[in-house]
């Protein structure tokens, strides 16, 4: 097979490889859309819930780091309430 200028020619692209890259592909795709979804980017939220042995807590996206998780509520805010970043719950 002569090599035509503007195409790509790989002699090492068989179709089984062909095929294992595609695989490949596809796995490494589907692993970065379940990592993305495990650490909840794809959430819209403003808080996320923290289990903490028998109880939950809930902690805003923007969590002040010096505040302890026991200052967060352990009740889902109302509608029209808000979490602050230091656990404490106000209304909007």
């Keep these: ?10 002699p090492f692209m068989t ?3 062909k095929k294992r ?12 859309f379940l990592l993305m ?3 909840h980017l794809f959430d819209d ?3 996320f819930v923290v289990p ?4 939950s807590h809930y902690v805003p996206r923007d969590r002040d780091a010096n505040v302890p998780l026991e200052n967060f509520p352990t009740t889902e ?3 029209g309430e808000r979490i602050m970043p230091n656990g404490e719950v106000v209304r909007e």
Excluded: C, Q
């Excluded at 595609?22 to 970065?32: E, G, R």
């Design 1 to 10: 097979m002569d090599w035509v200028p503007g195409t790509w020619y790989f």
């Design 15 to 17: 179709n089984k490889n």
């Design 21 to 32: 890259l595609a695989f490949a592909t596809i796995v490494v795709l589907i692993a970065a």
């Design 37 to 39: 979804d495990a650490i």
């Design 45 to 47: 939220e403003p808080y």
């Design 52 to 55: 903490h042995g028998s109880h």
């Design 77 to 79: 805010p109302r509608p």
